[in-house]
């Protein structure tokens, strides 16, 4: 439940996209939410984290914006976020981890954090 | 100390590497170990969820294999691997998350799990 | 002919370039048009549905503008677009389909459909 | 019908990582095939070409190979097929069209094409 | 230190960084700059060459827009920058080799190129 | 000339390709070569620094391989390909760059470097 409230940041983005899929939200909320993001054997915290990591080696910036936002509600810390994006020197070299650590940047600032 | 126990399962890779690259080793070891993966603010067992995601959506293969021995070495269970991999069908795609997972199943054999 | 009428859509970028790099346009037809996408045993729509779904999954936003007005030119519907783009859920995971697919609403409102 | 029957080429892998993965045979098959690949408005040869484009442009030569073997079952020829593998050259670079080419030739040659 | 002056073109998206990363500034000066890119045996200008292709193949504009600044900094000239960029059409494709040349294009104008 | 028979070495992957698209040798040399790679303002060394670095980057092993061999050929030393590959964990990685490292200590011990 606190896992659905948290996801719910990402709603406005599926909902723009369901103006031109009919059924877009539906879709993604039982394949994503329903049939993985709510699987048994990983806590949500850590899904957001690989959640990060990924949308950050893919530099799927309007997503990773969505998902620092989703993190800090279901209780990721600042810090937590910043490691997690700030890792990917190592694995998908600075670019990608700046970019990523930019956008968190701005979340962080609208949020007064 | 664990931590470093852990991640010596990348060992052998970077061996390799620095025998046509002289201090590899010492170098990847000072900055991807000591610089980043051993900076506080986010444990050991995050970074490697963090560090699965990435690999597989980055479709970096050899690398994951040493990783998933990496995680193991560091606590994570076989379920909260497969589900680190399992999730980036939404995010990356059924390719790249079939790639991790099969790459993973062929570590877990060698470990007999 | 009907076919280069449909790819002049992606002109304006490829004159911008050759602002920087004279003679581009005439590099980039004489190659990409003549050489690879007029060959016999393919058709433009069918060329096009290959082009929108390597832009997706290749992120590459800027172009696929251009072609999704190059396939409406070339007689794609918009229904068609639509699900070429959003079957890159399954292949390239959710983000390169949702920003495909808000790309491919923009071009559908400016021209009122 | 003929589309379930032409995807049952993909099984192989499926099944595979079905045993590290309880039941994601079943989950593959009601999203990707039941959710997205059967949805209206798209043939099932489009949405082959679609998938071969997709796959080269991401590189992800394991599932290509089971695609190209796919998009034979479902119709295409071998011509259509090099035809859509050849134009990314264009839009992914000669790397990965080139990679994808000799994949193909592997599956025709398996086949006695 | 020509060679230091020239990078310091990329100050700013680093100092931007360091405000969400205390300390990013140095971390991202010892090792980018220190242990990995001061490195005898490839000089400033051959080490730009391979940044500014690299960044047109992984489609990181922002990071690239610094790097032609860069590029003209340790003197590289315009026309060399260009051929990096558009010699991407061959390895990286069309777009990201279009997206590469319409950034270098900007940079060049508020230089007065 | 020097140019022509240094690229010599990435025959055999173009012939393979010409097997299953006739003409192929023709269409890559007339493009990649006569239209892209010969073009004047820089040099075939210079060239050949900017496709190592963005083979590594797209992580294209098989064309890394050739390129390598390329990059002897037309006078590039052992040393200066290890620094354009290395050069890479700064901008792609340590996956990426690992690889790509992995590929040239095998081309090198081939020619008893």
Known sequence: MANKGG????????QE???VVPGFDQL????AFEKILSRPG???KQREIATLAALTALG????????????LNVGLSKQEIVEVLLQQVVYS??????NALLVAKE???ERGL
């Open 7 to 14: 996801l719910r940041a990402a709603d406005p983005l599926i």
């Open 17 to 19: 996209v369901s103006k």
């Open 28 to 31: 993604a909320c039982e394949f």
């Open 42 to 44: 990983l806590g949500i």
């Open 60 to 71: 799927a910036e309007t997503e990773l914006r969505l998902h620092v936002a989703v993190a």
């Open 93 to 98: 070299g600075f670019p990608r981890a700046i």
């Open 107 to 109: 979340v962080f600032e």
